[in-house]
């Protein structure tokens, strides 16, 4: 099999669902021979590798350790999904406390275990603040480190495909942007139906109600896999992030919006969903534009998740913003 690259690539959480859900996409997608899985549950751990092993992938070193420090040695990406996970009745603010916590040790060993990383993307929820708190504790730049958020525009293009009873690739550009939970910013000028722009079906073709139905089935998409399968979604962001780590690795482009750290005076000191480019440099922030009334909700979920990124500040997970440079000069 022919690699994409022989850089090392760390799974975190790897004995878990996703985790192991990402460590074999990895392997299928051929990203690297030099795969390495991670997870304080040893035995879980084990188990996953085993049945890697037993893939019989062709070429590939899966290595696995529940040791942080070895996990870390000379890797250069790493995808985490080692939070709690999200469980029936939980949104994903209300793993704030315990996955913040996670996300600072996380940020810690990345800087003493792995500095010279090139890449780190964050899918453990509230994805937008751990992602924060992973960037201003590892020390790395704003471009090196992003978080799943596609996960809200693929949701509302599969909602758009079953309404208009279209193929998936007939319904083009969906856009979410802002939060990547129930205070998410919908677009809807920058889709298009089968060549269509949505904005102009919306209130005829579908109706107003409907179309705000379908926003709320986006929203709560999270919410409606666990009531059918009784656990989190694994398989989509799993693929997902694997996705993104490979285009990072200089691979196929990710073509969805990613969450990354904004500061352009507007939008300040926050990771959220923004219309991105990703690619071997990281992520390169590109221009983002919707409606007076699109524009107002993203606003509205900019302060959501300020709200957030205070309260694990007052929680003191993280210093207040003035002091962040001291943490991570990046962050000037």
Known sequence: ????????LTIVGAAGMIGSNMAQTAAMLGLTPNLCLYDPYAKGLEGVA?????????SSHITFTSDIKEAFKDTKYIVSSGGAPRKAGMTREDLLAGNSQIAEQLGKDIKSYCPDVKHVVIIFNPADITGLVTLLYSGLKPCQVTTLAALDSTRL????????HVNPEDVTGCRTYGGHGEQMAVFASTAKVAGKPLASLIGNE??????AALRVRVIQGGKKIIELRGRSSFQSPAYLAIRMIE???????????VGTYINNGKYANIMMAWETKLGKNGVELQELDGTAEEMKELDQSYVHLCKLRDEVIEMGVMPKISDWPSINPNLK
């Open 157 to 164: 293009r599969n909602e758009l495909t079953k309404y208009f």
């Open 1 to 8: 099999m022919k690699y994409l690259t022989n850089d090392k």
């Open 50 to 58: 085993e049945e890697l092993y037993h893939c019989g992938f062709e």
């Open 206 to 211: 579908i109706s107003q109600e409907e179309w």
């Open 247 to 257: 285009a990072a690795m200089g691979g196929s482009e990710f073509g969805w919006p």
